[in-house]
């Protein structure tokens, strides 16, 4: 949604209309469920081609934000903490923690009959995402191999990667959590940089809340403890509530961070991290990665972008820690 007009929004709903199992605070609904369950919230209110038009804009310029303070930080290297969605992996293979060491990650342009392929909506966003030839982004195979070596060290069991695979969707491309990042908070100035990989979404290895906040602050010492004298950025990148929104819950999320409580935080059960909704875990990782550099959080702003009557669409969240 952060990808393409707030007019194409509902093109998603009739895939939201046939989930017969929407996930909202630990349990599934179908869409109708959901829709009655949640009628007096008055969410139709939210679907106007007014408020629609207004949160995109206010989303478009959360990102301009973003991307003019990592241009100021003027940073050396980054590490972006994302997740894969059959991108790279498949249902043979999923790591619950992995770190990409190779020399670069590649993006590769939608051919014409890649996106023909694909549902329509998810179609119009990948020319957002992917670029529009093909490039090589920059990685810092030595850092890499660094956090590997450290997170190891202290008890993760973290797979590598040197080279990417085509997974499901049958691209070896960098996968859209990475190449969101690389177009339009980096606009395509991309630093030499490590994916960091989390399994959110798959079950039965999913990292719990309370281990993705602990796998942050390992990072975060093996990046102090890494020799070389450079100013490194981490991107989190995903997240908040989707596919099915719930602003109260991103408040408890957003307030533990910025109050920096890591027990609140990391005390929230399993069955909230579902669906989209399980990217919030690359927050929690990246705010484990700031505890350890001591820096705090401030909230650029928050935008509940919903698409339709049951409450389906994506919360965005933008934030910066300082």
């Known amino acids: 949604m952060l990808s393409i007009g707030w007019e194409h929004w509902g093109d998603r709903v009739p895939f939201d209309r046939k989930n017969p199992a929407l996930p909202y605070r630990g349990m599934t609904y179908t869409f109708p469920e959901l829709a ?151 606009r395509d100035k991309v630093p030499p940089h490590v994916p960091v990989f989390v399994n959110t979404f798959y079950p039965p290895n999913q990292p719990t809340a309370a281990r993705c906040f602990q796998f942050g602050r390992a990072i975060g010492r093996a990046i102090r403890s890494w020799p070389d004298d450079v100013r490194v950025a981490v991107i989190a990148s995903g997240g908040l509530s989707h596919f099915v929104i719930d602003e109260a819950f991103d408040e408890h999320v957003i307030q533990s961070m910025l109050a920096g409580n890591a027990p609140e935080l990391t005390g929230i059960g399993e069955d909230m991290f579902q669906s989209g909704t399980s990217e919030i875990k690359n927050w ?39």
């Open 36 to 186: 009655e369950l949640r009628k007096e919230e008055n969410i139709v209110q939210a679907l106007t081609p007014e408020e629609c038009a207004a949160r995109h804009a206010r989303c478009q310029a959360a990102i301009r934000e973003l991307a003019e303070t990592f241009e100021r930080a003027q940073i050396d290297v980054a590490v972006i903490i994302g997740n894969d969605q059959m991108e790279v992996f498949s249902a043979d293979h999923v790591p619950g923690l992995a770190v990409f060491w190779g020399p670069y990650m590649e993006g590769h342009p939608r051919t014409p009959e890649f996106l023909a392929k694909l549902d329509p909506a998810i179609a119009r966003a990948e020319l957002d995402r992917t670029p529009a030839k093909y490039t090589q982004y920059p990685c810092q195979p030595s850092l890499g191999e660094h956090i590997i070596a450290r997170t190891v060290s202290e008890g993760f069991d973290v797979s590598q990667m040197k080279k990417l695979a085509a997974g499901e969707i049958g691209v070896n491309s960098a996968p859209h959590a990475y190449g969101f990042v690389y177009r339009r908070v980096m």
């Open 284 to 322: 929690i990782a990246t705010a484990g990665v700031m505890a350890e550099a001591g820096l705090k959080m401030r909230m650029v702003d928050y935008v509940p972008c919903y698409r339709s009557e049951a409450g389906t669409g994506s919360a965005m969240g933008f934030a910066v820690w300082e």
